[in-house]
Structure formats: C-alpha cells, structure tokens
C-alpha cells in the first residue's frame, strides 16, 4: 500500500510541476508582449506623437497593435494561464490543450503584431492571426466546461448558486469570447475590403469599450472579489452592491457597442464607484494585511489602482462631451489600462504568480515597490498632461509626455525582470513536495 501511495504522491507532483511549468510559458510570453511589442511600441509611438504634437504622422494601426499586444498578449496570456492552471487535470489532458492553446495564441498575437506594424500579407495575416486567436479562446472554453469536479462535489455544486467572483470573472471571459469574434470579423471584412490595415474609428470606439470594459474589468473585479478581503484583511465584498456594480457594467458595455457613448460613459462611471463600495476598499483593515513575500506597500497600491477606475470612468465621461482630438479618450483609457489595471497586475503578480508556479516569494521586493511607484508617476503625468497638449490647453504638456512614457517604460522592463529573476532564481516549492502551496496562495493563505 505504501508504494501505491508513494507513486501516486509522485503523479501528483508530476501533474502540478508540469502545470507550473505551463503557466511559466504563459507568463513569460505574457511579460514578451507586455515589455516589447506592447510597451516599448507605444513608448515609440509616444514620442513620435510628441515631437510632431500630435497623431498626424502615426498610422492609426501601429496604435492598434500596441494595444492589441498588451490586451492580449499580456493581459489575455496572464488570464489564460492562470484559468488553465486552476482547472483540474488528469493524464494528458495536464499539458495537450493548454500547450495547444498557447501556442495557438502566442503566434496568433506575434503574427497580428507583425502584420500591424510592417503591413506584410496583412490581408492573409490578419483573418489567420484572428482565427488562431478564436480557437485558442474556443479551446480554452472547452477545457473549463469539461473539467472534472472532485468525487462527492458535483451534486452540492450542482446544488449552490454560482459566487459572485465567479460571475465576474465568466462574465469578463464572455467578453473576450465577443472581443475575439468581433476582432475575427473586422479582421475578415478589412482583408476582403484590401484598404486600409486599421479598425474605422467609430468602429475601434466601440471594440475598445468591449475589451476594456467588457473583458478586462469584470475579471479583474472577480478576482478582486476573490482575493482582496483576504489579502487586505477586510470584510468580505457586499453581496448586493457587488450585483449592481456587474449589471451596470454590463448595461454600459451594451450602450457603448450600441454607439451611445454619453450614456455609456456615465453607467459605467457609476459602476466603478459601487465596485469600490462593495469591495470594501474604504474600510479600515480588522487585522494584519498578508504581505509575507512582497514589499508591505501592496495594501496601498491596491487601492490606488481603484482610484484610477474612478478616475478612468469619470473622464470618460468627460471625453463623450468634450473630447475633440483623442486626447481625454486617451487619457481616460490610459487611466484605466495603466493605472488601474497595470497597477493591479503589478501589485497582485508578485503575490500569486510566483506561488501559483511554484516559487515561495518574489525575487525582490524592493524592485516590486520601485517598479509600482514608478508606474504611478508615470501614469499620473500621462494622465494630467494628455487633455492638455492634445485639446491645446497647454503647449508644455507635450514636454511632459515623453518623461511620462520613460518612466512607464522603466517600470514594466524592471516589472518583467522581476518576475523572471524569481521564476530563474527563486526556490521551488515543489522540491519539497507541498502540493498545497500554491492552493493555499490561491485560498488567500
């Protein structure tokens, strides 16, 4: 019986090593897209922008690529992994369809990237890089809704509705699914046309509301729903306002898809308010903020990065009245990509990443808190400065805008150092067999 029981410990450390092992693929990748093709793009695009005051001079589809990279293949990577990781597997299903999928995903974001910037084949390159990305979310979706329950699970899950977390976060993976068949039919229809290589703008308006506000903001509002009450020792999220907060949500995105972008703007302004109420994130901490691992500064950055929301959602309304040249759109999306939801990965990451691959803590937490402040500078100068030089109210601002892109740029090289110096340096939680170290990460331990 001891042989029995010490082969399937051993298959057991295999499978988890072997899913560690995926989900380092996937965030690597993740922090590629981020650091060069993402960041470094749009650093160069910025100062493009900057010397000739204005976007004149910058085609409309190397700004696309930029954000195609890091929706996709930063954020999008870090939640596919993340949702492969978590799901149970047995045989080979451990490695087959999330290795699948991934390479399915990377190439697709690699070869949009390449067909945006330097229009090579875009007409065959777009509707394949498009389609890739389509099956990649299509099997991901297959692996979820196939999973296996733990034996003795089934009927009681069967039985208990759904948590709110989990709804965030299906609701933000719907909006993937529709940002990925939106984008294959653009992609398709712009290669039939053989025009221009580059999403129409009222067009690209409203993909951008279903990516930013339909994908990216529900998931990161379910995971925080998951995680923070833990992690910042508060009390657990408010139940009714958290409902209210997804419904106009999810109303605002159907507005801004719809072309009603006033209306839209201010749903979901109202929105990112209530999210913040029924996360408790004004409430006083009961206890001691668990920040074993990581600089004790996350507590902070958290709730900054929910400002940003606040922020993003109100001058979006702004930009509906009175945007004329793309500069408080600009600024308002800045806000929410960067300062909220760049600041969460970056405040969030070094918690959960190194754990759920394995690795006891990140490799520095100085590095953590120098890559944080600097992304808030950063973004706050981009922020402030952006209305200002776009809409003309000030001639210095676009002065501003290049020290702004430095130091975003900094941040996120120095963010992706981190991560992998701990994933090369940092000690396995798996040489010692603690197959519940990650779970225990995961269940806010």
């Known amino acids: 019986m001891s042989n029995v029981a010490e082969s399937s410990t051993q298959a057991m450390v295999a499978r988890e090593r072997q899913k560690s092992l995926m989900l380092r693929a996937w965030i690597v990748s993740g922090l590629f897209y981020m650091a060069l093709p993402g960041t470094l793009l749009g650093f160069s695009n910025l100062m493009a922008i900057a010397t000739h005051h204005g976007l004149g001079t910058i085609p409309a589809a190397w700004i696309q690529g930029h954000g195609h990279a890091q929706m996709f293949g930063w954020i999008g990577s870090f939640i596919l992994g993340i949702g492969f990781y978590s799901q149970p ?32 084949h875009w007409r065959a390159l777009y509707p394949l890089s498009a389609g890739f990305e389509l099956v990649a979310v299509l099997l991901f979706l297959f692996a979820a ?208 990443l190194p754990h759920f691959a394995g690795i006891y803590s990140i490799y520095s937490k100085r590095l953590m808190f120098v890559c944080l402040l600097m992304l808030q500078t950063g973004c706050l100068l981009r922020v402030a400065s952006e209305p200002l030089a776009y809409e003309g109210f000030l001639d210095f601002a676009w002065k501003v805008l290049p020290v702004s892109g430095t130091l975003e740029l900094s941040a996120v090289l120095l963010f992706a150092l981190n991560l992998v110096l701990t994933f090369a340096l940092g000690r396995s939680s798996f040489a010692a067999g603690n197959l519940n170290h990650a779970g225990a990460v995961a269940e806010g331990a």
């Open 145 to 352: 809704s196939h999973h296996k329950l733990p034996e003795g699970t089934q009927g009681e899950r069967a039985k208990s509705p759904m948590e709110l977390w989990m709804v965030s976060v299906l609701l933000g993976t719907t909006g993937l699914a529709a940002a990925i068949v939106f984008n294959f039919v653009e992609c398709v229809h712009l290669a039939m046309q053989g025009g221009l290589r580059e999403f129409p703008y009222s067009l690209d308006q409203k993909y951008l509301v279903l990516l930013a506000w339909g994908f990216l903001v529900p998931v990161v509002w379910g995971f925080s729903a998951r995680w923070l009450h833990s992690f910042l020792a508060i009390s657990t999220p408010n139940a009714r306002i958290l409902r209210y907060a997804l419904g106009l949500d999810v109303i605002g995105v159907v507005f801004g898809v719809a072309g009603w972008a006033v209306v839209a703007t201010i749903v979901l302004a109202v929105g990112a308010i209530a999210i913040v109420f029924a996360l408790r994130l004004t409430q006083r901490p009961h206890g001691q903020a668990k920040v074993i691992g990581i600089h004790p500064s996350f507590p902070t950055f958290v709730r900054i990065a929910y400002a940003w929301l606040v922020i993003a959602g109100s001058m979006s309304v702004w930009a509906a009245l009175a945007d004329h040249h793309g500069g408080i759109w600009g600024a308002s999306r800045h806000a929410l990509t960067v300062g909220f939801a760049a600041t969460m990965v970056f405040a969030i990451g070094p918690r959960i």
């Open 89 to 120: 597997a047995h045989g080979r299903s451990v490695i087959r369809v999330p290795l699948s999928c991934y390479v399915l995903w990377t190439t697709g974001v690699g070869v949009r990237w390449i067909a945006s910037i330097y229009g090579w």
